[in-house]
């Protein structure tokens, strides 16, 4: 049996998690499923787009990882939240999926606060670019409902804290300039197995664990 109600014991009642099923089978994903939990993600679209008719309809699925403009028609039908926009051109292209399934997606702005250069994401200066778009305004079948970020792999929890701390006040920013009057942007997207008690005391409203739950 898996981890879920140990881990879930744990997470505040305002924090949602999203049970990162990318390693698993349909299997097990349903045993996670019957025991009361449906907010799964994947970081891959070919596994998701692989998964998602095997399973119950009214999974929230989350798409976690990065994201080719070429593969969104393949998850625009059902995913419920995107954590891994990077840029404008993808953001447009969620929209135009978006507008053809007659859904509106939520969706995450991703950014770059690990020392590791191997993680994707944006900087404060690209953020702004995007969000200062007058096509933006346009882009009526997607939603911007916050921040994500990975922190760095590393044993230093100093580290993680400070980057976690990085994307709280990131978010706190776009909140402030951008979407003052706009409720539904209210979700900091941060911690994974190895860090997400560090990431709740930091601010998030979701995380996103995996191996934790089924090691």
Same mark, same amino acid.
Request: net charge negative.
């Given at each position: 049996?898996?981890?879920?109600?140990?881990?879930?014991?744990?997470?505040?009642?305002? $924090? +949602?998690?999203? &049970? &990162?099923?990318?390693? $698993?089978?349909?299997?097990?994903?349903? @045993?996670?499923?019957?025991?009361?939990?449906?907010?799964?993600?994947?970081?891959?679209?070919?596994? %998701?787009?692989?998964?998602?008719? =095997?399973?119950?309809?009214?999974?929230?699925?989350?798409?976690?990882?990065?994201?080719? /403009?070429?593969? $969104?028609?393949?998850?625009?039908?059902? $995913?419920?939240?995107?954590?891994? &926009?990077? /840029?404008? !051109?993808? =953001?447009?292209? %969620?929209?135009? @999926?978006?507008?053809?399934?007659? !859904?509106?997606?939520?969706?995450?702005?991703?950014?770059? %606060?690990? #020392?590791?250069?191997?993680?994707?994401? =944006?900087?404060?200066?690209?953020?702004?670019?995007?969000?200062?778009?007058?096509? =933006?305004?346009?882009?009526?079948?997607? +939603?911007?409902?916050?921040? *994500?970020? *990975?922190?760095?792999?590393?044993?230093?929890?100093?580290?993680?804290?400070?980057?976690? !701390?990085?994307?709280?006040?990131?978010?706190? #920013?776009?909140?402030?300039?951008?979407? !003052?009057?706009?409720?539904?942007? +209210?979700?900091?997207?941060?911690? *994974?197995?190895?860090?997400?008690?560090?990431?709740?005391?930091?601010?998030?409203?979701? &995380?996103?664990?995996?191996?934790?739950?089924?090691?």
């Amino acid at each position: 049996m898996t981890h879920l109600q140990e881990i879930l014991k744990e997470i505040p009642s305002d $924090v +949602r998690l999203v &049970v &990162v099923s990318k390693t $698993v089978p349909v299997e097990t994903i349903m @045993e996670v499923y019957k025991a009361g939990h449906k907010i799964f993600g994947e970081n891959r679209a070919q596994a %998701i787009i692989e998964k998602q008719p =095997l399973l119950p309809k009214d999974i929230e699925w989350h798409f976690i990882g990065h994201l080719q /403009s070429n593969k $969104v028609k393949y998850i625009a039908p059902f $995913v419920s939240m995107i954590h891994s &926009v990077d /840029s404008f !051109r993808l =953001l447009k292209e %969620i929209n135009k @999926e978006a507008a053809k399934n007659d !859904r509106i997606i939520s969706c995450l702005l991703q950014f770059h %606060i690990a #020392t590791e250069e191997t993680k994707f994401g =944006l900087d404060m200066a690209e953020a702004k670019d995007i969000l200062g778009n007058p096509e =933006l305004l346009d882009l009526k079948n997607v +939603r911007i409902c916050g921040v *994500m970020g *990975m922190a760095t792999f590393t044993e230093n929890n100093d580290l993680v804290r400070k980057e976690f !701390r990085t994307l709280k006040e990131i978010f706190t #920013t776009i909140q402030t300039g951008f979407f !003052r009057d706009d409720p539904s942007f +209210r979700e900091i997207s941060m911690g *994974m197995s190895g860090d997400y008690r560090i990431a709740i005391e930091e601010g998030s409203t979701i &995380v996103r664990i995996g191996t934790a739950i089924f090691a």
